[in-house]
């Protein structure tokens, strides 16, 4: 995992079979265009979370590709079933190679 790259997700632990949840997500990462100029002139280069996904229990509920004009530190607010107890697998690929995850379980009250 590249330093200083940290994702946190909010999700409820518990949800009502068939509710609607808010899901929130961040993940901290400087995310470099690769459009700007060091002091020396020459490119930094692109280093961007170039997409974010979320599963519940196997199944997508969303799948985002990010671009280069993508601001530092990516959010994202969602809303999601939860049809049943299980997982919510969170899921950040880098340009670099680089997979960060998170998982959140959810118990059906």
């Known amino acids: 995992m590249a330093s200083g790259v940290k994702p946190r997700v909010k999700a409820p632990k518990t949800a009502a079979a068939g509710e609607t949840v808010t899901i929130k997500t961040l993940i901290s990462h400087k995310m470099e265009s690769g459009q700007r100029k060091n002091k020396d002139g020459s490119p930094i280069p692109r280093s961007i979370i170039n997409r974010f996904t979320c599963e519940f229990n196997g199944q997508s509920v969303i799948d985002v590709k990010m671009e280069p004009a993508i601001s530092t530190n990516p959010y994202f607010e969602f809303e999601a079933v ?28």
């Open 82 to 109: 939860v049809p049943e107890a299980g997982e919510f697998k969170f899921t950040w690929y880098d340009d670099d190679g680089s997979v960060y995850e998170d998982a959140k379980s959810v118990a059906i009250a």
